[in-house]
């Protein structure tokens, strides 16, 4: 396996995740694909990078903001497929979530990566993911009114 | 009162079906001669021009069509918006652009695409209401479906095929026939989820693992296929390649079971389970950690095991996807996995033929020769690719490399096995 495979199968899974985080499942994944295209025309350069998959979820961003549409990132599906199940109100939450708060609270409590992964990701200080973190959490509690614990 | 980190997870398994359910769908896909590296700097321009001449040409020939197809049609609005091909009412809207080519489906007649199309179109079934493959690729003629060469960077210079619309598994001469770029055709994962079946094939230097096609005069296929036809169709060769292709069954098996499980080392599909073979895990390793409460059985006189794949996912159809796993011989693992009951299971372990002595030793020898390395890392607690990858002195990228059979999307599961790389 080559350097540019193995780092497409590490990194293109988490950026998959993180982009459909940020813009839901279509967006994140189609702009997941056109990362990941940029990553291979330009191969060389993102191996050599310290932070190449960083770099790669700004491409996705960009790749996002091109190819956004109007309406919802996450729509739930027909109640006659069978999905895993899920609280609507967390998802009417999450769109009113500020992109980097839910990005923050996703891949954090929903799959389970650490601040300083999701950090290196955005390319911010762990402290601000801290914050995001913090204010995502609380915004989320506070309308489900859940513990706080 | 609701459980925030609970809800939240599980708004994780959600999101991850939706994002599966997407890739199968709407392939998103780049034109190969776009992800050259380095191609001359006249390329973009060629190809542009290329695509303006073939557009035109089917805007030429589709507005022909559309004419001579009578009440229902209607031709294309303008040259520089109405990239549509409008066919008789009830029938197939092909729509095609130089960057995406959509069907919406209306009936079960084929429709042959405008002649000057880089390739024949044709129907998906009718029970696909809509395909959408964003791409800048040219769809190619595949016997009754459609396939579209997308150039998906999923590796060494990949290229992949999404093949829509033909719902059986691709013979093997349909695959011979994607060679792009003198590379041959390997490994094909078929899915069918609500927008129809696609098979995916990559292309890369590597054998190809096929579906096996059900032989027409095979009275019990696919119900009990023969194991000399799986291994037949199945790569026996590099494995870390042929491990990606299948699902996350084996890892979540792994999780339900605890079970360490290694590389497979063939693995054959039929549309509704999976059978894969396994050497470098060992009865040990089941019976250690295998739950208390998990139900056995036994196959051909050996004791085996049912499994919950996953709790979570894949509940489509409201059956789950169960695996039933037993050890065929020392140290070798047979699973078949599919969303089936307890005695579909059962009846294809039953019906497996028995390799011979020959068959398993090819197995074994080539499982072995591409062993990259022996040594092997337990997880432990606390670990992650980064710490482990900082602990054995190895770049991350070359210990993900090392394991391919490892989805690094997944969690590390304590006492799980990673190969080392061989140099750091």
Not at chain 1, 30 to 46: C, F, L, S, V
Not at chain 2, 191 to 215: D, L, M, Q
Not at chain 2, 278 to 291: E, G, Q, R
Not at chain 2, 350 to 368: K, M, N, P, Y
Request: glycine fraction near 8%.
């Amino acid at each position: 396996m080559d350097q540019f495979e193995a780092f497409v199968r590490l990194h293109e899974p988490r950026l998959r995740r993180a982009l459909s985080a940020a813009y839901g499942p279509v967006l994140g994944v189609e702009a997941t694909a056109d990362a990941m295209a940029y990553a291979w025309q330009h191969r060389d350069r993102i191996l050599a990078m310290d932070n190449g998959a960083g770099y790669l979820f700004r491409v996705g961003q960009s790749a996002a903001a091109r190819l956004r549409r109007p309406g919802p990132r996450f729509v739930l599906p027909e109640p006659s497929i069978e999905t895993p199940e899920v609280e609507p109100r967390l998802i009417e939450l999450l769109e009113g979530l500020t992109e980097s708060q839910r990005v923050c609270v996703v891949l954090v409590h929903a799959y389970a990566w650490t601040q300083q992964e999701v950090a290196d990701l955005l390319g911010v200080e762990h402290a601000t993911v801290r914050t995001h973190l913090a204010r995502g959490l609380t915004k989320l509690r506070n309308a489900l009114e859940v513990d706080h614990a | 009162m609701l459980d925030l980190d609970n809800e939240l997870v599980r708004f994780g398994r959600w999101l991850d079906d939706r994002i599966d359910a997407e890739q199968v769908g709407t392939p998103v896909a780049i034109d190969r001669r776009s992800v050259q590296r380095r191609p001359p700097l006249r390329l973009p321009i060629l190809a542009a021009a290329a695509a303006i001449v073939i557009v035109a040409a089917m805007l030429v020939t589709g507005a022909h069509r559309a004419t001579d197809d009578g009440p229902g049609t209607q031709a294309p609005s303008s040259a520089a918006t109405a990239t549509s091909v409008v066919g008789p009412a009830g029938t197939t809207t092909v729509n095609v652009s130089p960057v995406s080519t959509s069907l919406t489906d209306g009936s079960t007649t084929p429709t042959p695409a405008p002649e000057g199309s880089p390739g024949q179109l044709h129907l998906v079934p009718a029970d696909v209401a809509s395909v959408d493959i964003s791409t800048r690729a040219e769809p190619i003629d595949m016997r009754g479906g459609l396939a579209v060469l997308v150039g998906r960077p999923s590796g060494r210079g990949f290229t992949d095929v999404w093949w829509i619309g033909a719902g059986r598994p691709p013979q093997p001469e349909e695959v011979s026939e994607l060679q792009p770029e003198g590379r041959r055709a390997f490994g094909s994962s078929a899915r069918i989820n609500e927008r129809g079946t696609s098979v995916r094939f990559i292309a890369a230097p590597y054998t190809e693992t096929i579906s096996p096609p059900c032989p027409p005069d095979a009275p019990l296929c696919p119900a009990t296929p023969d194991l000399r036809q799986l291994i037949d169709s199945t790569v026996i060769g590099d494995t870390g390649q042929v491990s990606w292709t299948l699902p996350t069954g084996m890892v979540e098996i792994a999780r339900t079971t605890g079970a360490v499980l290694g590389s497979p080392i063939a693995s054959a599909k039929d549309g509704s389970y999976e059978v894969n073979i396994y050497t470098t895990a060992t009865i040990d390793d089941l019976l250690a950690i295998v739950p208390a409460d998990i139900e056995r059985t036994s196959v051909r006189g050996h004791e085996a095991w049912f499994a919950m794949v996953s709790p979570m996912v894949r509940l489509r159809g409201g059956q789950r996807v169960m695996a039933l796993t037993w050890e065929e011989r020392p140290g070798t693992i047979v699973a078949v996995t599919g969303r089936l009951s307890h005695e579909g299971l059962a009846a294809i372990a039953e019906g497996l033929r028995v390799a011979t002595e020959e068959e398993w030793a090819s197995l074994v020898v080539a499982a072995e020769a591409h062993a990259p390395n022996p040594a092997t890392y337990t997880v432990v607690t606390e670990d992650t690719w980064q710490v482990i990858a900082d602990k054995l002195g190895v770049r991350l990228q070359d210990l993900v490399g090392a394991n391919p059979d490892v989805d690094p999307e997944k969690f590390l599961v304590v006492g799980q096995r990673l190969r080392v790389p061989t140099s750091p």
